[in-house]
């Protein structure tokens, strides 16, 4: 069973900076998809970023330039690093492993919250 585990997350600056972590365990991370995902309370949850086992990333228009997904399959672990933040990127955090070497996203993090506000 696939464990995801996210960290990282709290109040920010706008302007400032956060590195999120998902730790992963119960599958061979290396093969699998990474990703993160992001939700307002009452509005729809939305992609942010894609990683695939090969390293090629994907993101939300809203985020290129300023966030990095990259992982580290020696630790099991996907990271999402959010430069000038701002006050829209306040959100839950999930990060997500899918169950091809591309997507196929299906299981979840419990999420973490991210707050951009002065």
């Known amino acids: 069973q696939v464990q995801l585990v996210e960290s990282g997350g709290g109040l920010v600056q706008p302007g400032g900076s956060l590195r999120l972590s998902c730790a992963a365990s119960?599958?061979?991370?290396?093969?699998?998809?990474m990703g993160w995902d992001r939700q307002v309370p009452g509005k729809q949850r939305e992609l942010v970023a894609t990683?695939?086992?090969?390293?090629?990333?994907n993101y939300a228009d809203s985020v290129k330039g300023r966030f990095t997904i990259y992982r580290d399959n020696a630790k099991n672990t996907v990271y999402l690093e959010m430069n000038s933040l701002q006050p829209e990127d306040t959100a839950v955090y999930y990060c997500?492993?899918?169950?091809?070497?591309?997507?196929?996203?299906?299981?979840w993090g419990q999420g973490t919250q991210v707050t951009v506000s002065s």
């Open positions: 997500k492993m899918g169950s091809t070497w591309y997507g196929d996203f299906g299981s």
């Open positions: 119960g599958r061979l991370f290396s093969i699998y998809a």
């Open positions: 990683i695939t086992s090969t390293a090629i990333t």
